[in-house]
């Protein structure tokens, strides 16, 4: 039972442009919502984050938006730049817990 | 402060084997967590401490897998006997308090072969 679903597995993006990443959840008890990157051999670095009482965050050339009615949030990257070429993860925790439940990733590649 | 760092970065075993890891969280973090990683998937929660402390143990972790945290600094996690489908990437993460972003090492690279 996926409960975070992340159901593009790679997106090509050219350099200068917008990045939008797509993430679902099943889960109406989700009230924390997190992006993760990752480089190959290491481990997940933290982006953002968003709280349910929010409907969105931003961070630099980062924004994330939480649409709690579709139960999908998005993460916007502008503008794309080759280094954020990576897999990234959207990750949701219920309220009385920390666990991580982590979606499948999405490849993003960003070309010159 | 150096990050979330785990030892070693790659195990490779033979299956009945036990293995053990270990990781140091960042050091003002009371929170450390367990995560296991294979291939095309996210990473999956294995169980987490606040302090020394277990809070938290995924029903999916079998009998053969404990974790520690003794003296709730760095903790350890065991795997007994263990099987091919133990291997996986096994992802150390920290964090201040609740609610608070959890910050990841680089992995212990598992192979059983």
């Known amino acids: 039972d996926q409960q975070v679903k992340q159901n593009s597995p790679s997106l090509s993006v050219q350099e200068g442009r917008i990045s939008i990443l797509n993430c679902d959840y099943t889960n109406s008890m989700f009230d924390y919502f997190l992006w993760y990157k990752k480089y190959p051999a290491e481990g997940p670095t933290f982006l953002i984050s968003?709280?349910?009482?929010?409907d969105k965050n931003e961070d630099g050339r980062f924004t994330v938006f939480l649409n709690k009615s579709a139960k999908h949030l998005s993460l916007h990257i502008v503008p794309s730049q080759p280094g954020d070429s990576a897999v990234y993860f959207c990750a949701a925790s219920v309220y009385n817990t920390d666990k991580l439940i982590f979606g499948t990733g999405t490849r993003l590649q960003v070309f010159p | 402060d150096t990050g979330v760092s785990q030892d070693p970065r790659h195990k490779i075993t033979k299956r009945g084997q036990n293995v053990t890891f270990r990781c140091d969280p960042i050091s003002e973090h009371n929170r450390l967590y367990w995560y296991r990683q294979t291939l095309g998937q996210g990473p999956e929660f294995l169980t987490y401490?606040?302090?020394?402390?277990?809070?938290?143990k995924s029903r999916l972790l079998s009998d053969r897998f404990s974790a520690e945290r003794p003296k709730g600094s760095f903790s350890t996690l065991e795997i007994q006997r263990t099987e091919q489908g133990d291997s996986a990437m096994y992802l150390c993460a920290s964090s201040l308090g609740t609610r608070n972003e959890q910050y990841f090492g680089p992995g212990t690279r598992l192979t059983v072969t």
């Open positions: 401490f606040q302090n020394e402390a277990q809070l938290e």
């Open positions: 968003i709280s349910s009482i929010k």
